[in-house]
Nanobody, 122 residues
């Protein structure tokens, strides 16, 4: 089994910054795509940013230019640097990873973190 543990959420003022981290642990052979999603109260869960094993990135239009996703393959960790935060960024942020496990080397499994709250005050 693989677990994703998130950290870095909190309360900030408009225009502030936060850095989210998500560390994967367990019987990991490799990790393909890692991503961040977010879900605000009463709204759907949306993709914020993703990064491939080779470092290729994609961003939602709403965060492009403000957020940066990165990863440290040696630490099995993905980061989300969030700058110029707006109240509309308030949500629970979930990390996601597509993982090939040691025991199941021919398959890829999708894992989710527990979520971390980001609140941006007006």
């Amino acid at each position: 089994q693989v677990q994703l543990v998130e950290s870095g959420g909190g309360l900030v003022q408009t225009g502030g910054s936060l850095r989210l981290s998500c560390a994967a642990s367990g019987s990991i052979m490799s990790i393909n795509t890692m991503a961040w999603y977010r879900q605000a109260p009463g709204k759907q869960r949306d993709l914020v940013a993703s990064i491939s094993s080779g470092g290729s990135t994609n961003y939602a239009d709403s965060v492009k230019g403000r957020f940066t996703i990165s990863r440290d393959n040696a630490k099995n960790t993905v980061y989300l640097q969030m700058n110029s935060l707006k109240p509309e960024d308030t949500a629970v942020y979930y990390c996601n990873a597509d993982v090939t496990e040691m025991r199941y080397s021919a398959s890829v499994f999708r894992y989710w973190g527990q979520g971390t709250q980001v609140t941006v005050s007006s």
